[in-house]
């Protein structure tokens, strides 16, 4: 874990159960629980069909880059610490429609720069791993595919 | 029929503007004040004569103490517009609605921003945990707007092709209109390509030159009909077409989520902007297109129909921003070399393309485009001459 990171707030009431999920290892997207449409953020109501009732639908975890981002500073402190790092946008090979923000790292835990950045490409198939960095929240992060 | 309500019926009187710097040793208020004030005397419209004023969220100055230092008569409408640097045309554009819809006859819009208020960076104030839309990227290290649209930017690169030699001719295209500028902040620094190639990086693709200036400074204009606005000391600045928009599944500065993250906010804006209008891209004359960051210029440049999707990095590229180009834009120098006050320092310039007093003017100007922040709810305003 390194200190000062921003956290999500993972009491949020929208978002909640995506990071409970996250602390148990699972990846879900919430769907509408009326006509299953998935959406990402999540929502407090449909917009496709205005129903309040929500699922969470389990995803494999596998994904691609959908596009990638590598900050310098000036950073906040403790990602000024890390920079250059990568930022990803992935898209899930489950529900292409589907994207998360996240970062390519060597392993659960590891640190936004534990792999080089510019490694990191559009199209690279990827794997979530979810890194610890509170005690109560999780996040998912990207693993290149294959890589042990 | 749509927008025959506000059509022609509103103009800009008078403009006002403060100095820019990075630093000024005036309050944002004093700066508000300084530059209402000047558009007033511009417009030669007394204070007493205001009743409307319209302002960005951001605006650390409430409309009574504005009011009550101006000396302004009674108020009968005040409205503000949210989401930052895509209020811009929005707050112009709803002090035209009032004034032509009969809620005020002479209103105020204006910015006054300086950079070291917490309300002008609020990437920079986040708390330990955070919740709503930003939950879902800060966490990961996309702290700042350069690092929201950097992603943008890399995934075009990656769709329609492009180069940073070509992106590079948008800065280089707004400083050499700010080198002509002796109010614009970069007005004696020129600017190459060598030296946009190894300048720093701040989020890759995207370097220092890629990114708006840090500014202190304000900026206003005068709105009333344009029969009042005939009678005033300039030339009315006739407000010809409006419009805003927050496009269907739209996500603030991090839209990657929707269908199509590269067709931002513009598309929509534009759709409203030339619905409402009886000219089109292709009568422009002159533009003001955000330009916090140098990738949203493309981007505005193929929502609003100057070319083809995919295209615009390639129409920059052509020399098409330049003064002797297609559409010459952000002729002041933008937010990227005059100085970044939110971009209303655009909406002063694309008056001032009307009335024939830019520093790199368009000769013949009559219709003038300028458009508020791609890439977050926006808004967009069509100037032309008085066709009387």
Known sequence: MIDGMILPDVDDEEAAPFWSACAAGKLVVQACGTCGRRRMPPRTMCPWCRSFDVRWDPMS??????????????????????????????????????????NVVAAAGAALNSIDPHTVEIGDAVEVVFSQVADDVWVPQWRIAGVS | MTAQLIKDRTAIAGIGQTEFAKTLDRSEKRLALEAISAALDDAGVAPAEVDGLSSYTLETTEEFEIARNLGLGDITFFSQVGYGGGAGCGVVGQAAMAVASGQCRVAVAWRSRK??????????????????????????????????????????????????????????????????????????????????????????????????????????????????????????????????????????????????????????????????????????????????????????????????????????????????????????????????????????????????????????????????????????????????
């Not at chain 2, 996309?142 to 940073?164: K, N, S």
């Open chain 2, 115 to 388: 950079r070291g208020s917490a309300a002008s960076r609020p990437w920079s104030q986040v708390g330990e945990r955070v919740g709503r839309h930003q939950q879902w990227t800060r966490p990961f290290g996309l702290l700042r707007p350069v690092d929201e649209i950097a992603l943008l930017a890399r995934r075009y690169f990656h769709e329609f092709g492009g180069t940073r030699e070509q992106l590079a001719s948008v800065a280089i295209a707004v400083r050499h209109h700010a080198n002509r500028n002796p109010g614009a902040m970069m007005h004696e620094k020129t600017l190459t390509l060598d030296q946009y190639l190894e300048a720093r990086w701040i989020s890759e693709p995207l370097c220092l030159f890629d990114n708006c200036l840090e500014s202190d400074g304000a900026g206003a204009v005068v709105v009333t009909t344009v029969e009042r606005a005939r009678d005033g000391a300039r030339p009315p600045v006739v407000i010809h077409s409006f419009a805003q928009s927050i496009p269907q599944q739209h996500q603030v500065m991090t839209n990657y989520f929707d269908a199509d993250p590269l067709r931002g906010p513009s598309w929509a804006c534009a759709s409203r902007l030339w619905a409402n209008a009886d000219v089109t891209p292709d009568d422009v004359d002159v533009a003001q297109l955000y330009d916090a960051f140098s990738p949203l210029v493309p981007l505005s440049l193929e929502g609003y129909g100057f070319c083809a999707r995919g295209e615009g990095l390639a129409f920059c590229a052509d020399g098409n921003l330049e003064l002797d180009g297609r559409l010459p834009t952000n002729t002041s120098g933008g937010g990227m070399s005059e100085a970044y006050v939110h971009g209303f320092n655009l909406i002063v310039e694309a008056a001032r393309q009307i009335r024939g007093e830019s520093c790199s003017q368009v000769a013949g100007a009559e219709v003038s485009l300028v458009t508020s922040g791609e890439g977050v709810p926006t808004s967009a305003l069509v100037l032309t001459k008085d066709r009387r």
């Open chain 1, 61 to 102: 975890g596998r994904g691609h880059v959908w596009s990638v981002t590598i900050p310098h500073p000036p950073l906040l402190p403790a990602y000024s610490d890390q920079a250059p790092y990568n930022v990803v946008v992935v898209s899930l090979d489950d529900d292409p429609s589907i994207r998360l923000v996240g």
